[in-house]
RNA sequence: GCUUGUGUGGCGAAAUGGCAGACGCAAGGGACUUAAAAUCCCUCGGGGAGGACCCGUACCGGUUCGAGUCCGGUCACAAGCACCA
C-alpha cells in the first residue's frame, strides 16, 4: 500500500465531507479536546508539534467513535517576540513573516491529517481576535483589576532597550555584550494577587497532573504569618513580614531590599557612597541569583537604627540584596540565631546573634536553630511554644498599631506591558486633562499600525509613530497620546479557549450563552512548561470573568495532560547549534503520516518523552504491512461461518481483552501500551490461522481490529476499512466495546511463594476462595520440597494473582 | 540556589505494594529461496551447566509476609523560576 498517496486521498475526502465539523445542535453531547496553540515560528512543523498534536487527535478521535461530538480547533498564538526580533534582523514586517509563517504550518498540519475542525480558527494577531483582548483589558480595567505601577525591567544602556531575560545571556545583552541593568519603568499589570486564595484552593477540584498543582501551589506560595512594624530613629516607619514572629526578640539587625524607598532617606551622609554603590551592584544581579541560598552574602550598612517594637532594643539597618522587594514587604528581619541566611548575613558583617529559641526537647542545640522550639530571651513569652508565640506576640503588637497576623503570598501581580512592537496595543488613552481614559468601546480595536520603525533605541516603537499616538480624548475632546505599550502575549493566550467555540462573532468577545456550554475544556494539551503562567494566567482569567457574570464556570480546564519532549539522537534537546533537529517531513515523505504518529505513540512514553530513534520507525511499517496482509487474507477468506471452539474461545478473549486495554490506555494517555495490545492481538489472529480458520469468526475479528486501529492510524483505518468492503468513514461507526462474558476465565494461574520466593506456579478455579487456594497450594509437590522441614506459620493469598508461605 | 519531576536489559519501554522486563528495536541461530529482499520460527538481564540455585530496577538505610512501587537520606539528570511562548 502506497501510504503517502492514501493519505492524500482520504484528507480531501473528509474535507470534502466535512467530516470533523461541530455540530452545534449537538452541544449538550459536546466534547472539548484543545491542544496548546502554536507560535508560527520560522521552521516547519517541529517533531514537538506532531508529538503534541498527534496522539491528542488519536484521543479525539476515540472520543469521536465513543459517541462524543467532539471539538478540536486550532489556531495562532501569533503575537511575540521573535517575530520583531526577526524583523530587527531582516527587514521583514513581522506581520509579513508571521502571516507567511502560518499559512505554512496550516498546510502542514493539515497534511498531519488531523481532525482538526479549521472552521474555528483563530490568529490572535488579527484586529478580529485582539479588538477583544482589547475589550477584556477594558473590562478587567474597568473592575479594578488592571492598574500601573513602577516596577524594574532589564535595561541595555547601549542599545537602550529593554530586555527579555531570554535576551539577557550571563547578565549581559545578547545584542552587544554590554553589561544589563535594572531600571524602573511606570507598567502596566493585573492583579492576579486579588485571586491567589481562589486559584489555590481551585486546583483541589481538577484533573490535573499532581506534579503541576504541586507547582501551582508553590508558585502561588502562600504563607501565614505577621506583619510587625519598626519605627526609624527618624521617625520613618516600614513593616517586615514574618513567618517566625516567635523570634522577634532575636532580632540584631533589619534588612531593607536595596530597591525599598526608604533606603535613600535613612541612609546617613557618610554612609551614601558605599549604599550607592552596592545598589548598583545589585542592579545587575538576577533575581535567580539573589535568591541563591549558597551564594555568599552580600550587603552594606545604612547608618541608621529603628526600633525593635517587642523590646524598644535599637536595631541598625542594613540592606542586602537577598531581601526582594516584590515579596512580603521588601524588607525582612535578621534573626541570625535561627534564620540560615540571616546567620550567614551576621556571621559576614559582625553582627549580633542572640538565641531566642531553644529545641522542646533539649536536643540539637547548635546554631542556626531553624526548628520550632520553645522561646528563651523573650521576656513575659518564655516558656512558649514556636506556635503559641507566634500568635500571641503578634496579638499583643497589634494592640499598639504595631503588627498585624497577616497570609502572605510569593505570587506576584502580573506586569502584563511590554515597549514592543509585535503585540496588542494598549486600549487606554493619556489625557494631560482628563489622566488615563479607557478608548471607549465603540472604537475598538485600536489597530496596530504597520508602518512603524521598531529599531531598538530606547522607546516603545509605538511611541514614534505619530498617526498612531495622536488621538483625541473620549472624554474632553482635546489631543491625547495613546499608550504607546503592547501587551504580554500570554494575556491573548489566557482566552482564546473561551473564543474558540464562538470563533467568527463580531459582536462580543463571546456568547456567554454558547460558552457556557462548550467550556470547561475537557481535555487539555500541552507543555510542563506551562505549569506556572499560562495555566494560571488562564485560570485567572476565568475566574474574573465569572465575577464580572460572563461565565459560569471557575476553572477553565478541568483535565490536562502534559506531553513529554523529543529530544535529539544525541540525547539534547534539539537546536540548531547542536545540530540535532529531526524534521518530520523527511520521514512523513518517505513512510507517511500514520506511520509516524504511530510511531511517536508507541516508541515513548506519552509524558515522559525521550531520545529520537529512527529505528523503530520501520518497525511500525512492517507492522502495518502485517495488518494489511491481515486484512487481506480475511478478504479472501471470505465470511463462512465454522465451529466455535477452543482456538475461537482464546482468540475471542484476546479480543475483548485488546478492546477493554486499549480503550482504558486511551482515555489515560497511555498510547504506547494500547499499540502493545492492538499488535498482540495481531499476533493471536496469525496463530489462530495456523489452525482451523472461521473465516466468519476471523472477520468480526478483522473487524473490530480496524475500528480499534482507527483513531491512531486514521487514513490507514479508512483504507482497510474500505478494503472490508464498508462505504461511510470508519469514524463514522462506534469504538468496539468489550464482552466482559468473553473475559471470564474458568481457572487461573497463580504462583506459589516459600518465604517470598517463587517455588511453583498451580491452577485453581475461578470462584475458588482463599481457603481452597491455601490447601491447593500446600498441597502442591513443588511446594511440599520447597518447604521441606520447616512448617507453614502463615499463608497469605492474593486471589488471582499470588500465595506466599512464610514458613519457619 | 529554590520549586517540581525523573533514574528499570545493548536500546525504546511495561508493571492497582504481589511471578521485574509486557510490546517492540537491535543482536544471534534456524526455515523458505539458485541468491537476496520480504516473511515465518527459536534464543535473548547477569552468574551458573541450557539444571538446582544465586544476583539484579542509580546509591545507602527503613517499613512490610512481600518494595521498581511506600518512607528517610545521598548522587545524577531534566523542566520552571515571573519580559521566549
Given at each position: ?12 475526502r ?8 461541530f ?55 501569533a503575537?511575540g ?23 505554512t504550518m ?45 516596577a ?33 519603568l ?81 541612609t ?14 545589585c ?42 522587594y ?6 525582612v ?77 510569593r ?19 493619556h ?20 508602518d ?71 481535555k ?29 464556570f ?6 490536562l ?23 518530520p ?95 498482540e492481538f ?35 483505518a ?11 468513514s ?22 506459589v511463594?516459600v518465604?517470598?520466593r ?51
Open positions: 500500500m502506497n501510504f503517502t498517496e492514501i493519505e492524500k486521498k482520504w484528507q480531501k473528509w474535507e470534502d465531507e466535512k467530516l470533523y465539523s455540530d452545534t445542535s449537538k452541544r449538550d453531547n459536546k466534547y472539548y479536546v484543545l491542544e496548546m496553540f502554536s507560535y508560527p515560528s520560522g521552521a516547519k512543523l517541529h517533531v514537538g508539534h506532531w508529538y503534541n498534536y498527534g496522539p491528542s487527535d488519536t484521543f479525539a478521535r476515540f472520543m469521536r467513535m465513543s459517541g462524543k461530538e467532539v471539538f478540536q480547533p486550532m489556531g495562532f498564538d503575537f517576540l521573535p517575530a520583531e526580533n526577526y524583523a530587527i534582523k531582516t527587514g521583514i514586517h513581522p506581520k509579513d513573516s508571521t502571516l507567511k509563517n502560518i499559512a496550516e498546510k502542514q498540519l493539515k497534511a498531519m491529517g488531523a481532525s482538526f475542525d479549521w472552521d474555528y480558527e483563530i490568529k490572535t494577531c488579527m484586529p478580529d481576535y485582539y479588538k477583544w483582548t482589547q475589550w477584556l483589558f477594558l473590562q478587567f480595567y474597568k473592575h479594578g483589576l488592571a492598574y500601573r505601577k513602577e524594574p525591567v532589564n535595561w541595555c544602556p547601549s542599545c537602550n532597550t529593554v530586555l527579555a531575560n531570554e535576551q539577557v545571556v550571563d547578565g549581559c545583552c545578547e545584542r552587544c555584550g554590554t553589561t544589563v541593568v535594572r531600571k524602573n511606570t507598567q502596566w499589570f493585573f492583579k492576579i494577587t486579588a485571586y491567589a486564595e481562589e486559584l489555590l484552593a481551585g486546583l483541589d477540584k481538577i484533573d490535573w497532573p499532581e506534579k503541576t498543582k504541586a507547582m501551582q501551589r508553590n508558585w502561588i506560595g502562600k504563607s501565614t504569618g505577621g506583619e510587625i512594624v519598626f519605627t526609624c530613629e527618624s521617625g520613618d516607619k516600614f513593616s517586615v513580614f514574618t513567618t517566625r514572629a516567635d523570634t522577634v526578640f532575636g532580632v540584631s539587625y533589619v534588612i531593607l531590599a536595596p530597591e525599598h524607598p526608604l533606603v535613600d532617606k535613612l546617613t551622609p557618610e554612609r551614601k557612597a558605599e549604599i550607592e554603590a552596592y545598589k548598583l551592584a542592579s545587575k544581579a538576577t533575581e535567580i541569583e539573589r535568591l541563591s541560598t549558597s551564594r555568599e552574602k552580600t550587603g552594606a550598612f545604612t547608618g541608621a537604627y529603628c526600633i525593635n517594637p517587642v523590646n524598644g532594643k535599637r536595631v541598625p539597618i542594613w540592606i542586602g540584596d537577598y531581601v526582594l516584590s515579596y512580603g514587604t521588601g524588607a528581619m535578621g534573626v541570625a540565631a535561627h534564620d540560615e541566611r540571616d546567620y550567614d548575613f551576621a556571621k559576614k558583617f559582625g553582627l549580633d546573634i542572640v538565641r531566642v529559641i531553644r529545641s522542646a526537647d533539649g536536643g540539637d542545640d547548635s546554631l542556626p536553630y531553624c526548628e520550632h522550639g520553645v522561646l528563651v530571651n523573650s521576656g513575659k513569652y518564655d516558656g512558649m511554644t514556636t506556635d503559641e508565640a507566634k500568635v500571641a506576640i503578634v496579638k499583643d503588637l497589634e494592640k499598639n498599631g504595631n503588627g498585624a497576623l497577616k497570609t502572605n503570598y505570587l506576584r501581580d502580573w506586569l502584563i506591558s511590554r515597549q514592543r512592537y509585535w503585540g496588542c496595543p494598549i486600549p487606554i488613552i489625557c494631560p486633562h482628563c489622566g488615563e481614559v479607557p478608548v471607549p468601546e465603540d472604537q475598538l480595536p485600536v489597530e496596530l499600525p504597520y512603524v520603525d521598531f529599531a531598538p533605541d530606547g522607546k516603545s516603537p509605538l511611541l514614534k509613530c505619530e498617526p498612531f499616538m495622536n488621538t483625541i480624548c473620549p472624554v474632553c475632546g482635546r489631543p491625547a497620546r495613546r499608550d504607546p505599550d503592547t501587551l504580554d502575549t500570554f494575556v491573548c493566550s489566557s482566552w482564546y479557549f473561551l473564543r474558540y467555540p464562538d470563533a467568527h462573532n463580531d459582536k462580543q468577545a463571546f456568547d456567554p450563552e454558547i460558552i457556557n456550554k462548550m467550556l470547561p475544556v475537557d487539555y494539551i500541552g507543555g510542563a512548561e506551562h505549569a506556572c503562567m499560562h495555566l494560571l494566567y488562564a485560570r485567572f482569567f476565568t475566574k474574573a470573568l465569572r465575577d464580572m457574570g460572563y461565565l459560569n471557575d476553572e477553565p480546564f478541568s483535565s495532560v502534559h506531553q513529554g519532549v523529543i529530544l535529539g539522537p544525541d540525547g539534547n534537546r534539539m537546536s540548531k547549534s547542536k545540530g540535532n533537529v529531526i524534521s517531513d523527511e520521514y512523513v515523505g518517505k513512510y507517511g503520516s500514520d506511520a509516524f504518529r504511530l510511531y511517536l505513540m508507541f516508541g515513548f512514553s506519552y509524558v515522559e518523552g525521550g531520545p529520537w530513534n529512527t529505528s523503530g520507525l520501520e518497525s511500525i511499517v512492517r507492522f502495518m504491512e502485517r495488518v494489511e496482509r491481515l486484512v487481506k487474507k480475511s478478504v479472501d477468506l471470505g465470511t463462512k461461518n465454522g465451529e466455535y471452539g477452543k482456538a475461537e474461545k482464546d482468540l475471542d478473549f484476546v479480543r475483548h481483552n485488546t478492546i477493554k486495554r486499549a480503550s482504558d490506555d486511551l482515555k489515560v494517555f497511555s498510547f504506547n501500551t494500547a499499540i502493545a495490545r492492538l499488535m495481531v499476533n493471536a489472529m496469525y496463530k489462530y490461522m495456523d489452525g482451523n480458520i472461521n473465516a466468519a469468526f476471523l472477520r468480526e475479528c478483522v473487524e473490530d481490529f480496524v475500528l480499534l486501529l482507527a483513531p491512531f492510524a486514521p487514513h490507514f479508512e483504507e482497510l476499512h474500505e478494503m472490508l468492503g464498508h462505504r461511510e470508519v469514524f463514522k461507526r462506534a469504538y468496539p466495546t468489550c464482552n466482559e462474558k468473553a473475559l471470564v476465565r474458568d481457572e487461573y494461574e497463580m504462583a511463594q518465604n517470598s517463587v517455588k511453583a506456579k498451580i491452577v485453581v478455579p475461578a470462584d475458588a476462595d482463599n481457603k481452597a487456594i491455601e490447601e491447593t497450594a500446600l498441597a502442591d509437590d513443588a511446594v511440599k520440597t520447597a518447604l521441606g522441614t520447616l512448617r507453614p506459620v502463615k499463608v497469605i493469598v492474593i486471589p488471582k494473582r499470588i500465595v506466599n508461605i512464610v514458613a519457619k
